[in-house]
């Protein structure tokens, strides 16, 4: 390989400071070309503002960072180049036709003239707007905008794609063929994803990898089972009785919702395992059917920021 470094996205002690606020505090991460990487994090921890030094849009105090090979404080143009945005403001112009959007757009990023017409054809028939490409953009929906959106980020074929909330504000159909778009674009041309989502059902589908930030600092940085596995010590046993009954009393576990003849069963999968709960279960009534619930993303999720608030 002749490039200097694989890492799609490297960053090294970035910091940045507005005035008394530390809003990053020196974070360390690598990014390899072509992961899908998810950013999470409570309301105020740094994540917008991380991600506005990455695509050059704020100045780091401290620390650097380089997209796509490219030094955010001395490559500005360059890592601007290899960049695809897709953020919640929308920049669309609801006047123009959707092609007369993407045309601005590349004829902004110096796309060649020549290639021009084949590229938004292939992005619009990606995000199913190719038959809607004469109309104008404040005839679209909120799913349409966010999907010609996601077009225009990819039109110039960037390296590494940001997108901050992609899925917000859309219907569950519009939701799962973004992701879908997302995905294939991935696949399909290998771009490195970065993005926020407070819809943690983007990062299980979307996302290899996670990186959780904390007021400014990076408190986890790994993949989803990793998290599960570090986090998610509860585990959830839903037994099923032979017949209704009154709640199951057992050491070290609480019943936590009654359904019928079924009860669903929290305890700590450290302390406990599920055949030792099982035997005692069995002891006070007769089971007809059990099974072990994984811990959702959610609730992992929610307990690290409940523990650290
Ligand atoms: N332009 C700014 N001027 C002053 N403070 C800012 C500015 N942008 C962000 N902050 C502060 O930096 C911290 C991190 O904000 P932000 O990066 O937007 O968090 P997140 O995107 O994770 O919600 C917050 O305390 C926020 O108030
Ligand atoms: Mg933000």
Redesign the pocket.
Known sequence: MGRMSQAAISVRGLAKR?GE?E?VRGIDFEVRQGETFGFL?P???????TINMLCTLARPTAGAASVAGHDVAKARDEVRRSIGLVFQDTTLDGYLTAERNLRFHAELYGVPRSEIGERMRQVLELVGLWDRRDSRVQTFSGGMMRRLEIARGLLHSPRVLFLDEPTIGLDIVARQRVREFLLSANRERGMTLLLTSHDLTDIERLCSRILIIDRGRLIFDGDIDTLKARYGKERVLVVDLEEPGPALQLDGARVIRIEGPRQWIAFDGERLSAAQLTAAAAAQAPLRDLTVQEPEIEDVVRRIYQERA
């Open positions: 507005y606020i809003a994090g309301n105020g921890a740094g994540k917008t503002t």
